[in-house]
């Protein structure tokens, strides 16, 4: 079983900064992919942002791109999300998930195997 814990939400200004961090933990952890979504108060979660676990390739929503960045240590079997430049709009519950799928459908939310509980990011304008 696999269990990933996120942590480094909170509220701040718009303009600026936090950094997410998602840690993995379980025999059975070995992804292909990490993602991170997002779920806004009334609104379907949405994709953020994906790494494959090799580091070679990042994803992102168009809305987040050049703001935020993905990473992954692996020895720690932690993901990052950097978020800057952080606006009222992306106030959201942010999840992290795994996915053992080995393929290019990384916004796609049944590809993930696994989910962690969320951490609430409030942006105040």
């Known amino acids: 079983q696999v269990q990933l814990v996120e942590s480094g939400g909170g509220l701040v200004q718009a303009g600026g900064s936090l950094r997410l961090s998602c840690a993995a933990s379980?025999?059975?952890?070995?992804?292909?992919?990490m993602g991170w979504f997002r779920q806004a108060p009334g609104k379907d979660r949405d994709f953020v942002a994906a790494?494959?676990?090799?580091?070679?390739?990042?994803y992102y929503a168009d809305s987040v791109k050049g703001r935020f960045t993905v990473s992954r240590d692996n020895a720690k079997k932690t993901v990052y999300l950097q978020m800057n430049s952080l606006k009222p709009e992306d106030t959201a519950v942010y999840y992290c998930?795994?996915?053992?799928?080995?393929?290019?459908?990384?916004?796609?939310?049944?590809?993930?195997?696994?989910w962690g509980q969320g951490t609430q990011v409030t942006v105040s304008s």
């Open positions: 998930a795994s996915s053992s799928y080995v393929d290019t459908d990384y916004d796609n939310q049944r590809k993930y195997n696994y």
């Open positions: 379980g025999r059975t952890f070995s992804p292909y992919r």
């Open positions: 790494v494959t676990w090799s580091g070679r390739t990042a």
